[in-house]
């Protein structure tokens, strides 16, 4: 579902040329357990942006459920990453003006989900994640690891194709990662293809597969 | 579109501090326009008014050279009979003493005949007017108004009551309503008055003479032909020098008037709309330090899906309903202030109530602001790269 060929990206520092991604090529199939390794400076966060739609290769081509991403427009972007991809960022992310719920629903409303369907569907994934009694509270009245559970259950609400964690756990203490580990391996478990970027290499071995970057390149490391 | 003005209206509540400095020019701005044109029509609402009440359907004609060949009541009486032109009526005024018992006081006194009170709309309370037969006799008969009433004889009811004008006795046959909307009322000139028979005052006064220079004409049927028959006479008699005479109608002072106004209105609006222009500027500059402050809030909804549009369309409608509601708060306020002057100004018969056109242009005004203004920002926050936006600020 995932297909990487030849990508890179470059940033341009001054005048000389910085490889972020060099010729990279990943390939995942649908309902892996991915994890994607690497020190920090090695081009993890733009791999992740390139496979999460938030930005786009300079050359080479990905291709997500078969279809080339590269000729899309921003608005196309912004739908794909709305019906096709669940971000789960190491800050969280939430807004904070709106509730645990608003925030789940959100990608709801822009799908221009009815509004009954949405209470539902906001209901179940607040569910999933064990967070019901707290879904009338804001971002600021949450510990770190519900907040996080949160934006799980605003990442899987839309059933998304891919669920994808950059440093999921990063803000988290030990006991917390579990808990939020426990909750990707159970929505593993229930056929959702999950890619996780992190320098964590305890976090990194509970995956099925674990992916090497360094200096933009990857590198497979068998199972 | 419901869950976006749900979410603008949050984010103003917010912070509603700043919200309602922002909105402080905006409210400033509809006060200005919304009271200003108010004032100004209510006031020149009320001086039309009585302007319209002194009769549209009369002209006024005075004589400034009678070249040997002056008016008399006689020619007065020929010309009621020719076409167009409907009752006649001379004016002669002067100040007289009057004097009823122990009081005096200074009184207006106008000299005319039977068709005066017709033309000029008089409205009798008790009593007649004055009559033909009055003015062929010379009799002494007066009818005050009113304010001569009260002030000279201390009662209304005083019709056969004896008055001296200028040591000449007087007696009153007919009282007449204050015309509380004249123009002489309006301007404050001296409202109470006697009116006598023309030929009466000729005897009172030195300054009268059988010799015509102003009187007032009602059309047969409507002005324009009047005003031609009357010309056309007045060049006939006085040699076709059209500087002799003036013949003028109200119509003419309304129009002036109305331009003044429009003038005035046009003018103040102005002003008061350059002083929305500049909230709405205070509103662009609060929306693009909000654009900033939320950068990372638009990277979010941005990541999880929101296109272009539905950002443009959040930050537009913020600021839409940012100058909306402010402009509600000045349309609310204007109505007190107007209500509060109204109360202090209500002596002087004139009335001040919220133009619902200039509300309504308000409105438009301030929406039309909201999206102008709200543009830049909105397009700027629509506009931001996700990824650059997901990572600002940490």
Redesign the interface.
Known sequence: MIDLKNVSRIYRIGSTKVYALNKANLHIDEGEFVSIIGPSGSGKSTLMNIVGCLDTADSGEYLLDDVPIEDYTENELARIRNQKIGFVFQSFNLINKLTAEENVELPLIYQRVGKAERKARVAEALERVDLSKRARHLPSELSGGQQQRVAIARAIVTRPSLILGDEPTGNLDSRTTEEIMGIFHDLHRQGNTIVLITHDQEVAAQASRIVHIRDGKLSEVGV | MI?SFKMAV??IA?NKFRAFLTMLGIIIGVMALVILVSLVSGATGSVTDSISSLGSDMLTVSISDDKGNPITLQTLEEWMDEAGIGLIAPSAETSATARYEGTSGSVTVYGTTPAYESVNGLSLLLGRFLKFADVDNHTNVAVINETAATELIGYTDCIGEEISLNGVKFTVVGLLEDDEESLTAVFGRGSVVAYIPYTSLMRLSSNVSSQITSFYVSAETDMDTAKNAVTELLMERFDQDDDAFSVSSQDALEDAMGSVTSVLTILLGGIAGISLIVGGIGIMNIMLVTVTERT??I????????????ILQQFLLESVVLCMFGCMIGVFLSWVVLRVVSVVVSSLSMSFSLEWNVVLIAVGFCFLIGIVFGLYPANKAAKM???DA?HYG?
């Open positions: 869950q949050k984010s917010g990372r809030e990277g979010i909804r941005k990541a999880i899906g929101a296109g272009r549009g539905v790269a996700p990824i997901l940490g």
